[in-house]
């Protein structure tokens, strides 16, 4: 199994660590952005959107993060813990996926690229954007542990990497404790794999 990414994705290392997590072997390609390697004929071969993470189990190729998510989970969890079976289950965690996937993106993940790596991108709206979907998710775990179950699921996963980053573009977790908190609890999972700080 290998896994193509970037050390520096908050996408890539969603998949990273829920492969730690589950305990599963796998290889990790490196695949640099900066060179736009994403752009080239061997990676879009891969995933023709251009976009890491991919993972390729023995030649079943699996494009986009939350994908990857679900397929780890469907095929390495048999107790349905990480994504549930029952539909009120699942729809809670889905709920959380989609919100990584706009939310999230178009506020911290969007301020962390404008201010780090000279994207195109209006840091201060994003900024804005970042504050209001913290002080939802504050509100939400304020009598909860966790974002969708009684315990960890792909939902907190998904949401942990650019959650925790926010600081990178500028938007401090000071006046959300409550998430400050269930950052913790993710950092204290078993087989729980860091993300690299852009600066030390």
Known sequence: MKLYSAQRSGHAHTCRNFLSILGVDYETVEVSTADRETRKEAFLALNPFGQIPVLDDDGFVVRDSHAILLYLAKKYDAEHRWFPEDPAGAA?????????????????????????????????????????????????????????????????????????????????????????????????????????????
């Open 92 to 200: 809670r965690v889905a709920e959380w996926l989609a919100t990584s996937t706009l939310d999230l993106v178009i506020g911290a993940a969007w301020a962390r690229a404008a201010k780090n790596f000279g994207r195109d991108l209006d840091l201060e709206k994003s900024q804005q954007l970042a504050h209001r979907l913290l002080g939802r998710m504050d509100a939400h775990l304020a009598d909860r542990a966790w974002l969708a179950a009684d315990h960890a699921t792909i939902a907190d996963l998904s949401m942990y990497s650019y959650s925790a980053r926010a600081p990178e573009g500028g938007v401090e977790l000071e006046p959300y404790p409550n998430v400050i908190a269930w950052l913790e609890r993710v950092e204290a999972l078993d087989g729980f794999a860091p993300m690299i700080w852009l600066k030390g």
